[in-house]
């Protein structure tokens, strides 16, 4: 559905978005992650036709950004982090100005109107004044205005940054209700929010694509090892020594914990080292009271790909 090839961006010598290229599948939610600086906002303005590429071309379902735009444009929902909408207008007054704006008859209008009042969970804030809503209210708001064409694709750029928990769950939920009937691009600071919500992740750092896969792939590819944990009474030295000569480890952590120490152990990302450690407490008569799996998360990812910019 998306195809871009060697998309670049430059800013008075400075390159925001560099040589970038990937496709997203229809239906497909993909999550934009990257550290602040990391091109994530320039490329989904790019891509909604907001800014111009200086290099490199973009494709949506065959048409190209810069030859069809107008025509693209009809087929792209585009939510900025900050929601545009009209504060002294009601929210029923704002979608129909947005759908005389996209050129829709006044029967597709109201037919659209309803729906995404529904979706977005704006039905009983339908003749409220939006600039007395609440942020979260406002940011349904405008998802409602970016679905109201109908549109084949959605680009949101943080939808959820500066919500409360309970809001933040709202607008989630309903960009899961529209996966699989959309193709959906998600820039999010949110790591959580990227590995509920989304089948792929791609991660960017300093302008350039690091990773494209599903979070699990790239657990896998990226970090390469499994970890468990558990909580031992023994003594620490041994407990390290002779958790090191398991068959499969990589590295032990150690650390005392009042009378308890807690191990963390890496081994081969296929191997599953638990029943070695408990047949290991067996035969040294250790105290074992906690023993589980530490799946590595999408944020070990994001820290291993772009770590330069954790450094300062």
């Known amino acids: 559905m998306i195809e871009v090839k060697h998309l670049t961006r430059r800013f008075a010598g400075v390159t925001a978005v560099d040589d970038l290229s990937f496709s997203v599948d229809a239906g497909e939610v993909t999550a934009l992650l990257g550290p602040n600086g990391a091109g994530k906002t320039t490329t989904v303005r790019l891509l909604s036709g907001y800014l111009q590429p200086t290099g490199g071309t973009v494709t949506l379902g065959g048409l190209d950004l810069d030859r069809d735009a107008v025509e693209i444009r009809r087929h792209i929902g585009y939510l900025p982090e900050n929601a545009p909408v009209y504060p002294e207008l009601r929210v029923r007054e704002h979608l129909e100005l947005m759908g005389g704006l996209y050129g829709m008859s006044l029967r597709k209008r109201l037919q659209r109107m309803e729906w995404v009042l529904g979706a977005c969970g704006l039905a009983d804030a339908a003749d409220r004044i939006i600039g007395q809503l609440s942020r979260g209210y406002r940011q349904r708001v405008g998802l409602a205005a970016a679905l109201l064409h109908d549109p084949d694709v959605l680009i949101l750029d943080e939808p959820t940054a500066g919500l409360d928990p309970n809001q933040r769950r709202a607008i989630r939920d309903v960009i899961r209700g529209l996966a699989g009937s959309r193709t959906i691009l998600l820039s ?3 790591l959580s929010e990227a590995e509920n919500l989304c089948h792929r992740a791609l991660i960017l750092h300093q302008g350039r694509l690091m990773a494209l896969d599903t979070p699990a792939n790239l657990r896998r590819r990226c970090l390469g090892c499994a970890r468990i944990v558990a909580e031992i009474r023994a003594p620490i030295e041994s407990v ?73």
């Open 188 to 190: 999010t600071h949110s």
């Open 240 to 312: 390290r020594e002779k958790c090191a000569a398991l068959l499969f480890v990589e590295q032990v952590e150690a650390e005392a914990a009042g009378e308890w120490v807690k191990v963390r152990i890496m081994s081969r990302e296929d191997t599953d080292l638990r029943p070695d450690l408990f047949q290991l407490g067996v035969r040294e008569n250790w105290v074992i009271r906690e023993l589980r799996a530490d799946p590595h998360t999408l944020e070990d990812v994001f820290v291993a790909l772009t770590r330069e910019d954790t450094r300062g």
